[in-house]
């Protein structure tokens, strides 16, 4: 019974934070879902495809990958690189995932841009179990992404609301994730690091390119400063 | 369609593959069991702010300076939701203000 009532609370916690991810995720989900139908796909595909890759950007580069020649290395390396961000999400996580049990396996398949900036963000309340919180988070998401992906596929053609722009909720939601997490820290030397390279390396490498270098940039950056930020006192070693 | 059944199921399982592969390999590395090196734990902690940092730019990689509207409805918008963050600093009134606001902007103005 308490625990019954220990998971209840933290979807309770968890659901208004994915709010915009739902709005976001059955926009974005139902244009893959289309783009798959028009691509000559069952419903099956887009269905199948967000439950066990769920990974936005990478779903959409399938989709060409699938109506190209068969080169299976060629679509590991692509999908190695469109996804490297992940290995930051990942060392970023690697403590707040820790003591989270069976449920890691989860959170870890799970994250997606959107967990990761809701889970590391989020205030979590003291009396709500950090692990259940995350897993919510992450399976909200989860399905929000199916329900579109699956709409989309199955009702494609049928969408006749004018919905021009709404896939700007994404980049809102960044920005005012962004915003907290800069409100939140004391020195901003990280942020605007990440922030300045990755728009350096737009402009220099462009939108097909560039998460690669940037991520470059930023350790090589990070790396170099790591003792004049340890001297201010932005990084203290336990 | 050029590809059967089997060819496009080992496509997506690569597909798969490559995407657990960025997931997971930190936690496969840097085990619980094993004391995390210090300058991963730097990492750790200093990393997050610039990944959000470039996952913000990282939503505007489809958009050109140069060319088209010269992502001036982006930035305006994006100085909307930050403009309504610092008002009220109520996420779903920022997001869905600046949304609807960028939406407005290119359906009848751009």
């Known amino acids: 019974m308490e625990k019954r009532n220990k998971i209840k609370k933290a979807f309770g916690a968890a659901f208004p934070h994915t709010i915009p991810i739902f709005a976001g995720f059955t926009f974005l989900g139902i244009a893959y879902g289309i783009y798959m139908n028009v691509s000559g796909f069952s419903p099956m595909y887009p269905a199948l495809m967000s439950l066990t890759i769920f990974a936005g950007s990478v779903e959409f580069v399938a989709v060409n990958l699938l109506l190209g020649a068969f080169n299976p290395l060629n679509a590991l390396i692509i999908t190695l690189m469109i996804n490297s961000r992940h290995l930051f999400y990942g060392i970023s996580m690697l403590d707040k995932y820790k003591g989270t049990g069976l449920k890691k396996f989860y959170l870890i398949f799970g994250m997606c841009d959107e967990s990761f900036s809701i889970n590391y963000t989020a205030n979590i309340p003291r009396d709500v179990d950090k692990g259940w919180f995350m897993f919510f988070v992450t399976m909200l998401n989860h399905l929000y992404w199916f329900f579109g992906a699956t709409i989309g596929g199955v009702f494609g053609s049928l969408v006749k609301f004018n919905t021009n722009g709404l896939e700007f909720v994404m980049t809102a939601l960044f920005v005012v994730i962004f915003l907290e997490q800069w409100m939140k820290e004391t020195t901003h030397h990280s942020a605007l690091i990440g922030l300045g390279l990755s728009l350096l390396c737009l402009i220099l490498f462009g939108g097909e390119n560039f998460i690669i270098p940037s991520m470059l940039m930023i350790l090589g950056t990070l790396t170099l400063m790591k003792k004049p930020l340890e001297k201010v006192g932005v990084y203290e070693c336990q | ?110």
Request: aromatic letters at 10%; charged letters at 10%; hydrophobic letters at 55%.
């Open chain 2, 1 to 110: 369609m050029s590809m059967n059944l089997m060819q496009q199921v080992v496509m997506i399982c690569m597909v798969i593959l490559g995407t657990m592969i960025t997931r997971f390999l930190p936690f496969l590395i840097f085990t619980s069991d094993r004391p995390t090196p210090k300058y991963v734990q730097f990492l750790g902690k200093l990393l997050p702010s610039a990944a959000l940092g470039m996952l913000v730019i990282y939503c505007l990689k489809d958009v050109s300076l140069f060319t088209g509207n010269h992502a001036i409805p982006e930035l305006i918008s994006i100085m909307v939701v930050i403009l309504l963050h610092l008002w009220k600093r109520q996420m779903l009134i920022s997001i869905a203000g600046g949304t609807i606001f960028y939406m407005i902007l290119i359906q009848l103005i751009f």
